[in-house]
Structure formats: structure tokens, C-alpha cells
């Protein structure tokens, strides 16, 4: 929800701002109040959630599935003292996503830097902590053992995306579903922008890759729809950021899911009302900016 609402990710918003031609990060206000709405919309929909369970744990979609590997140490603490050493290492988190910001919005920062810095901080937050080298082998071991079925799964989620690129089917996609806006009303131009970025994010996950092939089109076709170029790249906002999270091709997705051992059609189950819900709201803030007040 963070991520479709996100108002300065530079990824999404600051890479199809740019594109579009429109200042960078401009219209916040909006943005912001629109990151409000889908924070607040999951916050009620996952305390309803809660409250059903605690009535019957039974309508929980895996209330069923047996894991010994997620049994839990029963006989350890559920409290740790804030202990000085783990305030340090709280301190050095925050630090670091300051850094973070930092490099990413001045220095041009992408995956291999932001890696290397949390792998900075996983190494002197075991330091901090008093783990032994022998101890923080074993840990990193068994880290990198979890996420080799995620790996695995995002390498076999890119293959669909390299046979959708080399096959030319985003484009033919892209070049039809143009075609169809063109004799729209703004206020219908705008939802048909956010449904066709959502069906384009199976075949391109990423954001930025996104931004790059739709916003070139989408952008001045909306010049000619009456569409502000907010609102197309906010339809290209919502497009991506939702689908991402039931979205099979989706390597974040799918990559947590596996590291939760969360069976993908059991997640799809729980979501599919929550995702009815986001994109309905979604559809009511692209109205605003088509009907109700001018945004540029």
C-alpha cells in the first residue's frame, strides 16, 4: 500500500515525472493525501481481519497448514530488555535508511549500492550485538539457504518477462489499448490509463521499466484526452504499485511469499477482496484530478 501511494519514490513517481516532463515530485500534496487513503484503507481492512480472527481462528486461510520448519522456541523470552548495545544497533538502522534516501536520490544509488550498504549493517549490527564470526557465518548461511527458492522463483518470473519483451507483446498491447483511449472522455481516459498499466505490469514488474515504455505514449496521449500528465503518471502509479502484489510475475511478490512459505494461490485467496477494495479507491482518486479541480 506504501509503495502504490508512495509520493517520493524515485523509481516510480520520479522516473515517470521525468519522462513526462512535468517537475520532479510536484503535485505532493495530492499524492500525499492519496497515500493517506490506501494506508488507512489497509489499516481498517487488516484490523477487521484480526478482530474476525481472534472470534475463529478457523477463517484463516492457513489455519490448516502444517510447518515444523516455522515451529517457534516456545521456551524463549517473548521480551528482550533494550539492552544498550540494541539501542546502538536501532540507532544504525535508522542511520542507515537515512543514507539510503541519500544515495539513492543524489548519488543515483540502485540495486547493487543499496545491497552492499545493508550488508554493511548486517555486518556491524552482529558486531554491535557481540555475535561471534563463527556465529555470523552460520547466520548469513542459513539466510542465503532461505532465499535460494525465492531466487529461483524470480529467475523463472524474469524468463516470462524476457519472452514478453523479445516477442514484441507488450507492444502490440501498448499500440491497441492506445488506440481504444483515443475516443474517451478524461474522466473514463484516466481509469482506462490505471487498467492498462495494471495489465502491462504482468509483463513488466518493474517501475521503472514501466515508466520508460508507457510514459513516453501514455503521457502525450493524455494531452490530447484532456488528461493532466499528473494523472497519468498517477494512473501509471496505481497501475503498478497494486497488481504487484497478487501478480505471479511480480519477483518481490513471489520472492516473500516463498521465503513465508505462503502458497501463492492461498495469498491470492486472502487478497482478492482487499485487491477489489484498492482498486476501487484507486479508480475514485483518479476522478478527482479529471472532474473536481485541476491539477498540473
Not at 517537475?23 to 478482530?51: E, H
Not at 501463492?264 to 477482496?273: F, G, T
Request: glycine share 10%; proline share 5%.
Amino acid at each position: 500500500a506504501g509503495f502504490a501511494g508512495a509520493f517520493l519514490n524515485p523509481f516510480t513517481v520520479g522516473v515517470a515525472q521525468g519522462i513526462a516532463g512535468i517537475p520532479l515530485f510536484s503535485g505532493m500534496a495530492y499524492r500525499i493525501f492519496c497515500w493517506g487513503v490506501f494506508s488507512l484503507v489497509t489499516i481498517a481492512y487488516i484490523m477487521f481481519y484480526i478482530y474476525r480472527l481472534g472470534k475463529d481462528k478457523t477463517i484463516s486461510p492457513i489455519h490448516d497448514t502444517q510447518d515444523d520448519t516455522l515451529d517457534f522456541d516456545t521456551n524463549q523470552p517473548r521480551e528482550l530488555p533494550l539492552t544498550s548495545n540494541r539501542i546502538i544497533i536501532l540507532l544504525l538502522f535508522a542511520l542507515t535508511l537515512v543514507v539510503l534516501a541519500w544515495g539513492v536520490t543524489q548519488q543515483g544509488w540502485y540495486i547493487t549500492e543499496i545491497s552492499g550498504l545493508f550488508f554493511g549493517l548486517g555486518i556491524f549490527s552482529a558486531l554491535i550485538g557481540g555475535l561471534s564470526l563463527s556465529t555470523m557465518v552460520k547466520a548469513f548461511s542459513d539466510g542465503a539457504k532461505e532465499m535460494m527458492s525465492a531466487c529461483l522463483v524470480v529467475a523463472f518470473c524474469r524468463g516470462i518477462l524476457v519472452i514478453a519483451q523479445d516477442g514484441n507483446i507488450i507492444d502490440t498491447i501498448l499500440n491497441s489499448m492506445s488506440n481504444v483511449l483515443s475516443d474517451m472522455p478524461p474522466v473514463i481516459s484516466a481509469q482506462a490509463m490505471f487498467i492498462l498499466q495494471s495489465i502491462l505490469n504482468f509483463f513488466v514488474p518493474s517501475g521503472s521499466g514501466q515508466a520508460a515504455l508507457t510514459m513516453p505514449i501514455m503521457a502525450p496521449l493524455g494531452d490530447l484526452l484532456g488528461v493532466t500528465r499528473q494523472t497519468a503518471v498517477l494512473a501509471f502509479q496505481f497501475g503498478d504499485g497494486l497488481s504487484n502484489m497478487i501478480l505471479p510475475t511480480s519477483g518481490v511478490t513471489m520472492g516473500v511469499l516463498s521465503i513465508a512459505r505462503i502458497p501463492y494461490d492461498v495469498w491470492l485467496r486472502w487478497m482478492i477482496p482487499l485487491m477489489i477494495i484498492y482498486f476501487l479507491t484507486a479508480m475514485l482518486l483518479l476522478v478527482g484530478p479529471t472532474v473536481l479541480f485541476e491539477w498540473n
